[in-house]
C-alpha cells in the first residue's frame, strides 16, 4: 500500500516570495507517479504539476518546480513570485500503475496563505 | 467547453434517503472515479470505472453504489445504509486507468440533515 505523508498543515508566505511544500511517500513499486493538486476556497482540485518516477529531470510549470529525490521519497512543491491565487489547500498524490491500483493516494493536505 | 460537471452543488438529504449525485463528461475519458472528502482530510476512493458497464470497489466502498451504462456518465447513489454520508464528494475521469491523470469535477457537498 501508499502512503503520503504532508507535515505542514499550515504555512504562509509573503505575495512574491518563494515557499516550499513538503511532501513524503511510501511505496514498494518502482514506477509510479505522483502529483500535486491545488484546492481553491471554491473546492475544484486542479493538477498543478506531475512528475514521473522515471525521470530524473524534475518537473516544471511555469511558478510551480519540484524537487523530487526518489531515493528518499520525497517530492517537495516549489511556488516562485507566490500571487495571492495561490491561496488554497495543496495535495500530494501518488499513484502506482500496477494491477488493481488506480486510484490516488492523497496527503492530508497543507493550507497555503499568500499574504499581501 | 470540454469538462466534468456534477450536480447538484449543494444537496440535503434526511436521514434513510437514498440520494444519486450525478457527474457527466465530455473529454472522451474511459475511466471515472468517485472520492470523498472529509475535513481535514485528504481524498478516498469510493468507486471506480474503467469501462462501460464495469466498476470496482475503491477503499470506502460501503454505503455507496455506482452504475456506469454510458461512457459519459458515472452517477454515484449514497445509500441509507451509508453510516456518516455528510461530506464533500469529488468526481473525477482520467483517459485510462494506468498511467494518467485525473481531472477533477467542481464537487458536490452533501448534508444529511
Known amino acids: 500500500a501508499q502512503t503520503v505523508t504532508q507535515s505542514q498543515p499550515e504555512m504562509s508566505v509573503q505575495e512574491a516570495e518563494t515557499v516550499t511544500l513538503s511532501c513524503t511517500y511510501d511505496?514498494?513499486?518502482?514506477?509510479?507517479?505522483l502529483f500535486w493538486y491545488k484546492q481553491p476556497p471554491s473546492r475544484q482540485m486542479i493538477l498543478v504539476i506531475r512528475q514521473e518516477a522515471y525521470k530524473q529531470q524534475n518537473a516544471t510549470e511555469n511558478r510551480f518546480s519540484v524537487n523530487f529525490q526518489k531515493a528518499a521519497k520525497s517530492f517537495s512543491l516549489k511556488i516562485s513570485d507566490s500571487q495571492l491565487g495561490d491561496t488554497a489547500m495543496y495535495f500530494c498524490?501518488?499513484?502506482?500503475?500496477?494491477?488493481?491500483?488506480?486510484?490516488?493516494?492523497f496527503g492530508k493536505g497543507t493550507k497555503l496563505s499568500v499574504i499581501p | 467547453d470540454g469538462g466534468i460537471t456534477q450536480s447538484p452543488k449543494y444537496l440535503f438529504r434526511k436521514e434513510g434517503q437514498n440520494v444519486t449525485l450525478s457527474c457527466e463528461q465530455n473529454l472522451n475519458h474511459d475511466a471515472m472515479y468517485w472520492y470523498r472528502q472529509d475535513p481535514g482530510q485528504g481524498l478516498r476512493l469510493i468507486y471506480y470505472s474503467q469501462i462501460v458497464n464495469d466498476f470496482q470497489k475503491g477503499d470506502i466502498a460501503e454505503g455507496y453504489s455506482v452504475s456506469r451504462e454510458k461512457k459519459e456518465s458515472f452517477p454515484l447513489t449514497v445509500t441509507s445504509a451509508q453510516k456518516n454520508p455528510t461530506a464533500f464528494y469529488l468526481c473525477a475521469s482520467s483517459i485510462g486507468t494506468s498511467t494518467h491523470t485525473q481531472y477533477f469535477g467542481p464537487g458536490t457537498r452533501l448534508t444529511v440533515l
Open positions: 498524490a501518488s499513484r502506482s500503475p500496477g494491477a488493481g491500483s488506480y486510484q490516488l493516494t
Open positions: 511505496t514498494s513499486e518502482n514506477n509510479y507517479y
